[in-house]
């Protein structure tokens, strides 16, 4: 027996709630065919969750899940350009016309979806991808020099938490597109880090968890660590990566939301109206972080 499980429409860091909604219980009691044949556009966040997705499914040995690719040329192209068919052969078996379109890994605004498996990928590839991310930046968003510092310094911190918390592999996408919610369609550029690990709660209970008694949970997990900076890690100086992220992006009125279990925490800047604290969401596996920082406003 299949169980299939709906790719929205628009699936981002927000709809994601609606593709967790339909993975039934966990862990699976039957097979999953993830139906993305209706998707007409995905976020970076929504690209590194469907891969958390199957990296979950095959670190639980459950059997091979299936994924529908979108039926619009257009957007399955785009799934291939950014590097998500490439790693998404390996965990899922494939239905659709699968683009043979390669990964552009010259594009002016985008950086391919990316693994992160140790501390030397981190290195590796926050090199590469800032040193590309640094002509997107200046070029695409307008950026000056040193919004594009603090940038290199947050994809760093952002992918050094899958390794120092999450107890297993993540994935990282960097995307530039005009973002139409709000900020009358000023472009801005979205990072998006997603792992299947442990989650901030568990990551948390052992230092935190009697401190916070009844109230303890994955939001005020969440909480503890990007409001209060606090990390399981005693000694100083580790940990803090989530701190450093949201004081960089408190100077250039950026926003990050993370969503780790049945939770979404976000720091919300003015032009945004994502809700702060969101609880009793359908639970996902491992933690998500979506970072966004936007463009400098021009005149038409």
Not at 21 to 45: F, K, Y
Not at 193 to 198: E, K, L, P, Q, T
Request: net charge neutral; glycine share 10%.
């Amino acid at each position: 027996m299949t169980r299939i499980v709906p790719v929205p429409q628009h699936l981002d860091h927000l709809s994601l709630d609606q593709l967790a909604a339909g993975l039934g219980p966990w862990p699976p009691d039957s097979r999953l065919l993830v139906d993305a044949h209706a998707t007409e556009w995905s976020s970076p966040a929504g690209f590194v969750a469907l891969l958390t997705l199957g990296q979950a499914l095959a670190e639980l040995g459950a059997p091979t899940p299936e994924l529908t690719l979108p039926v619009t040329e257009g957007v399955a192209s785009y799934w291939a350009k950014a590097g998500v068919l490439r790693h998404a052969e390996q965990l899922f078996q494939l239905h659709g016309k699968v683009p043979r379109r390669r990964v552009d890994e010259t594009s002016d605004i985008l950086l391919p979806l990316t693994i992160i498996r140790n501390a030397a990928d981190v290195m590796e590839i926050v090199g590469r991808l800032t040193e590309q991310a640094t002509q997107i930046l200046k070029h695409e968003l307008g950026l000056e020099s040193s919004v594009v510092v603090g940038f290199g310094q947050s994809l760093s911190e952002a992918c050094q938490n899958i390794v120092e918390h999450a107890g297993t592999a993540g994935w990282v996408a960097v995307h530039v597109y005009v973002y139409r919610k709000r900020l009358s369609g000023r472009k801005v550029a979205v990072i998006a880090v997603s792992d299947c690990g442990i989650g901030f709660r568990r990551s948390l209970d052992a230092t935190q968890g009697k401190r916070f008694g009844d109230r303890w949970g994955d939001a005020q997990a969440i909480e503890t660590a990007l409001i209060h900076g606090i990390s399981r890690f005693r000694d100083p100086g580790r940990g803090q990566g989530l701190t450093g992220i949201k004081r960089y992006l408190a100077r250039w009125e950026g926003k990050i939301s993370i969503r780790s279990g049945t939770a979404r925490v976000a720091i919300v800047p003015a032009w945004d109206d994502e809700p702060p604290r969101m609880e009793g969401l359908p639970w996902f596996p491992g933690s998500q972080v979506t970072i966004v920082i936007p463009g400098e406003e021009r005149s038409t």
